[in-house]
């Protein structure tokens, strides 16, 4: 039986599971537990997807880390911003430490932003307060961070970050058909709403493993990927790094999950409702790194 099988057949007692696939130097395989939708939403798996399209452009020299926020947003900011986020950084707001309150958050899969007035999503944001050190102070997981992500990469790209990742990412990665949502004002969430398909994602991990480079196309450099990855057994840009470092994840409500082995150059991925994260990481990934 092979690694993959084994997940399958993990995966196979959770209820809810819709589909699991693997990607390695030899091709591709999955596996289909019910009948359903091709592409599927993978939540906040969107956020380390956003976290590309500024590595792209941090490759071309267009945007750095230690950008600021107000650097790039100046104009949508209100008149009575608090001037704290004159210090935020771009890295402070991939780690979710720009020290906004949990209030900074739009969480749009679970909340009905029309209804508390929060249709406006940047204004929103850019008119809360710091109220700790940005970088410093505690970690503070917002959708909205990756949202910022996006409005910061439409203005540098002249398009829409799922329209730049379409052309810069997914099209050299032969996806086969994806979604993303957006805001009422037609911006990417950047932070959740990505819908796309298990081959898709298990290609876009397989890239990652690969230092970056997808049948001899450079997407990402090896650098960003380092980076992105985080520190051990912490969260990077969308990404949770392993306690080792010998792999790293992006995850999704309820259990989406895309697997990066570096060493082995595979990916794996596990699509469904309360997917058995714990027992993939503890029974299924020291199969792979043997």
């Given at each position: 039986?092979?690694?993959?099988?084994?997940?399958?057949?993990?995966?196979?007692?959770?209820?809810?599971?819709?589909?699991a696939g693997e990607m390695t130097d030899a091709g591709y395989v999955e596996h289909r537990f019910r009948m359903g939708a091709g592409p599927h939403n993978v939540y906040s798996?969107?956020?380390?997807?956003?976290?590309?399209?500024?590595?792209?452009?941090?490759a071309e020299g267009r945007l750095r880390d230690s950008d600021t926020v107000y650097g790039h947003l100046e104009e949508y900011f209100p008149e009575d911003f608090d001037p704290k986020w004159k210090e935020v950084t771009l890295r402070d707001v991939m780690l979710h430490r720009t020290g906004v309150p949990d209030a900074a958050n739009i969480d749009v899969d679970t909340m009905d932003f029309w209804a508390d007035g929060q249709e406006d999503f940047l204004l929103h944001v850019l008119k809360?307060?710091?109220?700790?050190?940005p970088g410093k102070g505690p970690f503070v997981y917002c959708d909205t961070n990756y949202y910022l992500i996006s409005r910061i990469v439409e203005k540098e790209a002249g398009m829409t970050a799922a329209e730049f990742l379409q052309l810069r990412m997914f099209n050299p990665l032969e996806w086969r058909g994806n979604a993303w949502g957006t805001c009422p004002q037609n911006h990417t969430l950047g932070g959740t709403g990505l819908f796309a398909r298990t081959r898709d994602l298990a290609a876009y991990g397989y890239m990652l493993a690969c230092g970056g480079e997808y049948h001899g196309k450079r997407i990402l450099t090896e650098d960003y990927i380092a980076r992105a990855r985080g520190e051990l057994n912490g969260y990077g840009y969308g990404?949770?790094?392993?306690?080792?470092g010998r792999w790293f994840a992006t995850y999704g409500m309820y259990g989406q999950g895309i697997y990066i082995l570096p060493e082995c150059r595979t990916a794996f991925v596990a699509l469904g409702h309360e997917m058995p994260t714990e027992e993939i990481r503890r029974e299924?990934?020291?199969?792979?790194?043997?």
């Open positions: 039986m092979t690694n993959f099988e084994k997940l399958v057949e993990l995966i196979k007692k959770v209820p809810g599971a819709y589909m798996i969107s956020k380390s997807v956003t976290g590309c399209a500024f590595g792209i452009l941090e809360q307060p710091i109220v700790h050190e990404f949770s790094n392993s306690d080792d299924i990934i020291p199969l792979y790194l043997k």
